[in-house]
T-cell receptor
């Protein structure tokens, strides 16, 4: 049990579908992150939320829309995706973002395939 | 612009021997470095970290070395065990906690 859970674990969607990824952390952290991991590439930071406020959008296309209703939950809403968006999407949390560096803890990821 | 690089995509080591995984970075503002381990179908798991004020941190079989002048860090695992077989990611961050990851090194420990 990593303390960070993600659902669904696998998702197949068409380019015209709308779906959402969910992340929940049980660690009492205040910062949450979305990362994208494509095959044989480094993890790419997508979004950062600190105390429910978005503090970073790393030039992510608008077809990805994050939502953070509280410090424990993070969503990634997906619409009109492209096949190249197929990847592993990882959620992470840490105590605080923007302060002294601290360790991020990851969920198991959602394997997304866009047909 | 890849600020953290792991130049070896894979490494194979005999059980009981030392595994050395290497990582280079380019941003001199990084001051906190981490290693994560990832098994298939799981998210990365935090393994060990080091602050830039240190040059070595040890936790059981795992030791991380930091050479700031060379912008290089390494992870030593000794003795290596078959259960250590996984992908290892190096990560670095500065004051804004914007963490950058390397592409990973797949370690295989042979029995």
């Amino acid at each position: 049990e990593t303390g960070v859970t993600q659902t669904p674990r696998h998702l197949v969607m068409g380019m015209t579908n709308k779906k959402s990824l969910k992340c929940e952390q049980h660690l009492g952290h205040n910062a949450m992150y979305w990362y994208k991991q494509s095959a044989k590439k480094p993890l790419e930071l997508m979004f950062v939320y600190n105390f429910k406020e978005q503090t970073e959008n790393n030039s992510v296309p608008s077809r990805f829309s994050p939502e953070c209703p509280n410090s424990s939950h993070l969503f990634l809403h997906l619409h009109t995706l492209q096949p190249e968006d197929s990847a592993l999407y990882l959620c992470a949390s840490s105590l605080v973002a923007g302060g002294p560096p601290d360790t991020q803890y990851f969920g198991p990821g959602t394997r997304l395939t866009v047909l | 612009d890849q600020q953290v690089k792991q130049n070896s995509p894979s490494l194979s080591v005999q059980e009981g021997r030392i595994s050395i995984l290497n990582c280079d970075y380019t941003n001199s503002m990084f001051d906190y470095f981490l290693w994560y381990k990832k098994y298939p179908a799981e998210g990365p798991t935090f393994l060990i970290s080091i602050s830039s004020i240190k040059d070595k941190n040890e936790d059981g079989r795992f030791t991380v070395f930091l050479n700031k002048s060379a912008k290089h860090l390494s992870l030593h695992i000794v003795p290596s065990q078959p259960g250590d077989s996984a992908v290892y990611f190096c990560a670095a961050s500065g004051n804004n906690n914007d963490m950058r990851f390397g592409a990973g090194t797949r370690l295989t420990v042979k029995p």
